[in-house]
DNA sequence: CGTTTATACGGAGGATGCCTCCGTTTATCA
DNA sequence: TGATAAACGGAGGCATCCTCCGTATAAACG
């Protein structure tokens, strides 16, 4: 019982968050450059810490996975609120679609761990899909307030056309591809009044 | 020069033939079962022939997944022969509809390697997307001739609307959301006067 | 047929990666 | 500042990867 109540005042040490994040970096780059089955050593290696330390933060691949994400997906979070500063809310909308681009593309290797990691996991999935409506949900309203695009298309639907556009993902210069098809999509929900 | 005049003439062994298969059917047994992660050494004793002979035929583990799906793919087109012989249009195409979804239920664990396979190599997606293309024209042409399937939906569009259900593969019980889905699309699809 | 030869086979073994365990170090708290 | 809980690093045991090569055998040829 004296350690229960230990439990909760302690803080966490400060080593421990730092390494954490380092982690995560360096797993993010490593799994970008090698797909998802490189060594986890080579990402102990690239965050400077020891094997030891990486297997105590995240005790399989997929704990890693999943942070990983989940971090990005925060930062998705993040963006969004940073773009309510932005003067238009539609140049914000559309920098925010753009920059959900560059974040799946940054992952070619990593989707596919990722699929494996929602199928395990829906709790995942129900996260990041909250998160991201969510974001879309602010961005969007402030548009619909400031009469710049119409009313009647959900933060889902946008989010689910998202989704299916980042999916054609085999074709060479899909990127290219999807960037020109969120212009249009972004210029079509303009009222055009 | 006499290697080279041999080279073409020779036939392959029977043995080979015959491992490369079973190491094929070994895999997908294997892979379907254990992930994508699975030991390769597992499928080689499943197989029932040696390490050096799986590599020999599949030299990385992706040529192993791009054989196995081509296979099945190939299969799907069999498939999509035989049913030619099915008295209901309507039905034929169904029953393929339907065998394509237990093929990616199949395959759980591969789709994720499948996804790799596919960005590396998008010869492999042209290929898969051809041979399912034409499949599925030749049930949907012979539906339409039998005058019971509208006429204004295309291979293409039910290739995607196939894979866009399918994609759903995170929530519980997709399997049986999709064949209902399916159903519901079919029936959309026959002539209504 | 029997011989020759290209081709395929199996599996040993070195290299690499996975993951656990534990002695050492360090941040927190009294 | 000392005690101690928490975190650290990396050695080491085990599994898998993949190559290499001696052996076996199917096809080709006389």
């Keep these: 019982m004296s350690t229960k109540s230990q439990e ?12 954490r994040d380092r ?11 090698g797909g998802a089955g490189a060594s986890l050593e080579a990402v102990a290696r690239q965050a400077g810490v020891g094997i030891g330390t990486l297997y105590r933060h995240f005790p399989t691949r997929e704990d890693l996975f999943e942070a990983v994400y989940r971090r990005e997906v925060e ?3 993040e ?20 920059s ?17 990691v929602m199928n395990a ?15 879309i949900n602010a961005l969007l309203a402030r548009a619909v307030e400031a009469g ?4 009647d298309v959900t933060a889902d639907d946008l989010l689910r056309a998202l989704i299916g556009m980042c999916y054609m993902h085999d074709q060479t210069g899909w990127q290219q591809s999807v960037l020109r098809l969120l212009d249009v999509f972004v210029d079509g929900l ?4």
């Excluded at 996991?121 to 899909?129: F, K, P, Q």
């Excluded at 710049?148 to 009313?151: A, P, Q």
């Excluded at 303009?190 to 009044?193: L, S």
């Design 8 to 19: 909760r005042l302690r803080k966490p040490r400060a080593d421990a968050l730092r390494n």
């Design 23 to 33: 982690v995560l970096e360096a797993a993010k780059t490593v799994f970008s450059a």
């Design 75 to 77: 930062q998705l979070s």
């Design 79 to 98: 963006l969004a609120e940073a773009l309510k500063s932005e003067p238009s809310p539609v140049e914000a909308l559309r920098h925010w679609l753009r």
């Design 100 to 116: 959900t681009v560059q974040f799946v593309a940054t992952k070619k290797g990593m989707m596919a761990a990722l699929a494996i």
């Design 121 to 135: 996991n829906s709790e995942l999935a129900a996260y990041s899909h909250a998160h991201l409506t969510a974001s």
């Design 148 to 151: 710049d695009v119409r009313s």
């Design 190 to 193: 303009r009222v055009t009044n």
